[in-house]
């Protein structure tokens, strides 16, 4: 009898994970059919790209399960969310989940920090402290399965159900009807910081497949994973990079953004703009460069991130147009927007890796904010800069909470890559200066602590980790 999965694709890297690496088409192979679910817009755009035999696509029901959110008990639905997300064990790096905490109570009233925020400090004291709290709380989220997928799963039957995280997000519905049908679960990590940034699912599951040994340890030790039943399969989206399946000629790229092939490419890639300006760094890079500061004759290239797309606040927007006017202002500063697929996707749609890759490719030197990046730019082998220049108050607007540069470096992937001394970091404008001329005059400089840096976070360095991923998948639905 075939067997049938279903795939919850609700992130546009998720669409890389599994639809541009060899997960599902090794699934299709062997005769699985796969029902992938992805955002309700966007979904024939992506069913016209990869549609193929026994693959077939459906609508997330986003408008569904957000109203649904916002109907039952909206309030109680937000706080189980919040205390998912900060819950924890104490026994991992809390860092990254601390600063959720102090982020609601800033952008949040006096009401609220008394009636809500001050009694859920007692519980996520309680939750870090109890795998019997963390359990409860998973049981208590089960209560909201709306049954808004009810029809699919009469419809298709599937024997597995396997989602792009625990049910952090508004797959916990999903999740949540495939327990109720007594269907196995299996969450694909597929962000570097996910496993430390998120913390109790969204329902219970039963499997998980991640990148590394240290994401497994921040799964079982911090949200009760069994770990006989976590698998560390590397990150399949990244086997692109190794087999260079998407990497322009250095020619090609150079002439798309109208840069100089005889002059170095420092690049920037916008990061943490969520709790802190991001123009510090790259109005700093920008003298150094046009002052002529640095050793060799360079231009900056700036990729902006998704973040600064946003209507809402202003402020993101506001520092994409000072990031623009940097480029206006000087001969050597380009400006690279990524990709808009549309939807809830935005412009994490995964449609220009060809561009993203081909950045890290031909930098000389390679410089950001403790990015997932500094993991890709690692497999390319490229000097890493992260970039931690401060404006004093952050964003300064009242009710928008704002964390230092500086004050991260303790967050768990931060911190490994600190301790893995992968790259430099530079909290100044003469730090940034002298690591950047570092490198530009060795490029060798950290070649082995990056080697072995990629090897602790992602394992596997010889593109199967689709092939390793869905072998895994496979394994699970013969049980």
């Not at 997928?149 to 495939?178: C, H, M, N």
């Not at 000389?364 to 000097?383: I, K, L």
Request: with cysteine.
């Amino acid at each position: 009898m075939t067997k049938r999965i279903f795939i919850i694709a609700d992130h546009g890297m998720a669409l890389i994970y599994f639809l541009q690496s060899d997960v599902v088409q090794t699934l299709l192979d062997v005769g699985v059919e796969v029902v992938l679910f992805t955002d309700d817009e966007t979904k024939d755009r992506i069913a016209e790209r990869f549609g193929q035999p026994n693959l077939i696509f459906e609508g997330l029901r986003l408008k569904e399960a957000n109203a649904y959110a916002k109907s039952v008990q909206p309030r109680l639905q937000a706080l189980l969310i919040y205390l998912r997300r900060v819950g924890g064990s104490w026994r991992i790096n809390n860092q990254a989940e601390d600063s959720h905490i102090w982020e609601v109570l800033k952008e949040n009233t006096w009401k609220f920090r008394i009636g809500i925020w001050l009694p859920s400090a007692l519980m996520i004291i309680l939750l870090r402290s109890s795998k019997w709290a963390r359990k409860m709380l998973v049981r208590m989220q089960m209560r909201f399965t709306p049954g808004i997928y009810r029809d699919l799963f009469e419809k298709y039957q599937p024997d597995l159900v396997i989602a792009s995280t625990a049910g952090w997000r508004v797959d916990r519905y999903l999740l949540g009807e495939a327990k109720k049908n007594g269907i196995p679960t299996m969450a694909a990590i597929i962000g570097w910081d996910n496993p430390s940034s998120y913390a109790i699912p969204g329902a219970f599951m039963d499997w998980a497949t991640c990148w590394s040994e240290k994401q497994k340890e921040e799964l079982v030790l911090g949200s009760d994973w069994e770990a006989s039943h976590v698998h560390i399969g590397g990150i399949p989206s990244y086997d692109g990079y190794f087999r260079k399946t998407w990497l322009m000629s250095r020619e090609e790229y150079f002439k798309l953004h109208n840069l100089n092939p005889s002059r170095k490419l420092i690049s920037y890639a916008c990061s943490f703009v969520h709790f802190a300006p991001n123009f510090p760094n790259v109005e700093a890079l920008a003298k150094i460069v046009n002052l002529g500061q640095l050793d060799e004759p360079s231009q900056l290239l700036i990729r902006l991130h998704p973040s600064h797309f946003q209507d809402k606040p202003e402020i993101f927007a506001e520092e994409r147009a000072q990031i623009h006017a940097l480029e206006e202002k000087h001969a050597n500063v380009h400006v690279v927007r990524p990709v808009a697929l549309g939807g809830s996707l935005g412009y994490y749609g995964g449609e220009d890796m060809d561009e993203k890759t081909s950045m890290m490719a031909y930098s000389d030197v390679f410089v950001t904010v403790y990015s997932t990046m500094v993991v890709e730019a690692a497999v390319h082998n490229r000097p890493i800069v992260a970039a931690v220049i401060d404006t004093l108050g952050g964003w300064n607007k009242p009710g928008k909470y704002s964390l230092a540069l500086q004050k991260i470096g303790g967050w768990p992937t931060h911190l490994r890559f600190r301790e893995a001394n992968a790259g430099r970091v530079a909290a100044t404008e003469s730090e940034l200066r002298d690591v950047v001329n570092a490198y530009l005059n060795d490029p060798t400089l950290d070649g082995a602590e990056r080697k072995a840096f990629i090897e602790q976070e992602i394992t596997f360095t010889d593109a199967t980790s689709g092939k390793r991923t869905a072998e895994f998948v496979l394994k699970v639905l013969s049980k």
